[in-house]
């Protein structure tokens, strides 16, 4: 009967290790890192961090997803601080890119702080104004690229544009003119 209750014990023992090293396995294969962060300037992926966008938030529930190529679900409370971002959580527009740095308690992910990507600063001297691109336009003297993914190019573009998401730039270079004095007006949907 010792023998037994000793061997059942093993194999429990055994299970419960498997199961948790399956599990951490298959947690750490998911992204924490989006795509378009982690471009070569932008973000290196951290411990304990996630960048990506934003896709719900439940105030009632206190639980934050974001999009990493991978959808995680983070808690949030009273104490979760907050960084470019000066309303509720729950007023973070969806998409916006955010990082989340958090805990881990339980086997569940709580934020501790939630960085909202503020607006970028654009050098005036590159910013062409609404009048110039028309001109550009008409006259057809340039090559206007769509910066964003393909679902946001497709649901609206400058006519005559063409799509390169800049997380994959390097894959359509040979999309881009040979001659280098060519215009080139390349545009993203606005400060971010």
Known sequence: MKRKRSLLLIVMVFCLTFAFL???SISQQKPIIAKSCSLPGCHTAKPNELYGNLKTVSAK????QIDTGALWTV???ENTKLKNWNQPINKIPKEKEITITYVEKNGELYATLINVKPPVVVDPAKVIKVSEMKKIFDDKK???IDCRPPGRYHEGHIPGS???WYAEFDKHIDKLPQDKNELIVYYCQGPT
């Open 22 to 24: 399956v599990s951490n």
């Open 162 to 164: 063409i799509n390169i």
């Open 61 to 64: 529930a206190e639980m934050i």
């Open 142 to 144: 340039g090559l206007i």
């Open 75 to 77: 808690k949030f409370d």
